[in-house]
């Protein structure tokens, strides 16, 4: 976290998040766990190049992205490490959806 809003919005939200697992009726509790995964699949879904980028120039500077950095370190080029996070979080989903419509 770089700014000042990240600071106080994000402990604020996890707080709130505790707060509703802890306190909140069943009801409450499934609407808010589906609302963070709509957003976590919204997320995912706006970032889904970047996976599958080497980098890019932020404010006029060149810089790797994550799968680089990962690609890196590890074996594989980039685009693997980008397939590899996609698959993880298809199936993610995919778990997510059995969970929430299981009878």
Known sequence: MRTLTG???LPA??????ELA?????????FGIQLLGVQACISVWEQFGYLFSAGGS???ELHRSDTSA???A???PYWFWGAAISA????????SFAV???R
Not at 13 to 18: C, R, T, V
Not at 22 to 30: E, L
Not at 88 to 95: G, T
């Open 100 to 102: 929430a419509f299981r």
């Open 22 to 30: 802890w306190r909140g009726t069943a009801d409450q509790r499934q």
């Open 70 to 72: 990962i690609a890196d």
């Open 7 to 9: 600071w106080l919005v």
């Open 58 to 60: 932020i404010g006029g």
């Open 88 to 95: 993880v979080i298809v199936l993610l989903l995919w778990l």
């Open 74 to 76: 590890l074996l594989f």
């Open 13 to 18: 939200l996890g707080i709130a998040i505790l």
